[in-house]
């Protein structure tokens, strides 16, 4: 089973700062990675997808990156409305997913 | 706009059958795989498995021993029963859909097991 770990686990930064999440794989998965946004009481939602790639009305304050093992999500200039728990996921060999961020902001 | 929402007891008992349905509202379910993701209290999420529209089913290899995923065509519903359960089987239980990622989900629904 491929395990990702997520780090840190709780990240907490004031609005306009820059949020820096990231997520390991226990082995590569490629390009095979996406991020989830999870807000108390809501659904979760696909946030990035492909490492990279924006889903459908995402802001562009949100980024992806990295390859491999190693992947970032950057949220550029935080707002009130990011406060949530961030989790990746892995689909290169089953389905698996990351502990969670938990990005408070101040 | 696609919706999906969880239904089902909160409370089973120890070795009973976990049984939950989602409905699916904005989509037709004869298309996309449809899953359930389950997340026990102060832990990650745990993926339990998926049915194709087609029928073709897929599990969790930790839990395949124990798991049953059903489609309703007629009610745009698809099912989860989870059998023998345990107290490690409490958990928040999300229905969500997926092409190649988890693009839509339901809130979930918290799933206690306790005689």
């Known amino acids: 089973e491929i395990v990702l770990t997520q780090s840190p686990a709780t990240l907490s930064l004031s609005p306009g700062e820059r949020a820096t999440l990231s997520c390991r794989a226990s082995q590569s998965v490629s390009t095979y990675l996406a991020w989830y946004q999870h807000k108390p009481g809501q659904a979760p939602s696909l946030l990035i997808y492909?490492?990279?790639n924006r889903a459908t009305g995402v802001p562009a304050r949100f980024s992806g990156s990295g390859s491999g093992t190693d992947f970032t999500l950057t949220i550029s200039s935080l707002e009130p409305e990011d406060s949530a728990v961030y989790y990746c996921q892995q689909r290169s060999e089953w389905w698996t997913f990351g502990q969670g961020t938990k990005v408070e902001i101040k | 706009q696609v919706q999906l929402q969880e239904s089902g007891p909160g409370l089973v008992k120890p070795s009973e059958t976990l049984s939950l349905t989602c409905t699916v509202s904005g989509d037709s379910i004869n298309s996309h795989y449809w899953n359930w993701i389950r997340q026990p209290p102060g832990k990650g999420l745990e993926w339990i498995g998926y049915?194709?529209?087609?029928?073709?089913?897929n599990y969790n290899p930790s839990l395949k021993s124990r798991v049953t995923i059903s489609i309703d065509r007629s009610k745009n519903q698809f099912s989860l029963k989870l059998s023998s359960v345990t107290a490690a089987d409490t958990a928040v239980y999300y229905c969500?859909?997926?092409?190649?990622?988890?693009?839509?989900w339901g809130q979930g629904t918290l799933v206690t097991v306790s005689s």
């Open positions: 969500a859909r997926k092409g190649l990622w988890f693009d839509y």
């Open positions: 049915m194709y529209y087609s029928g073709n089913t």
């Open positions: 492909d490492v990279s």
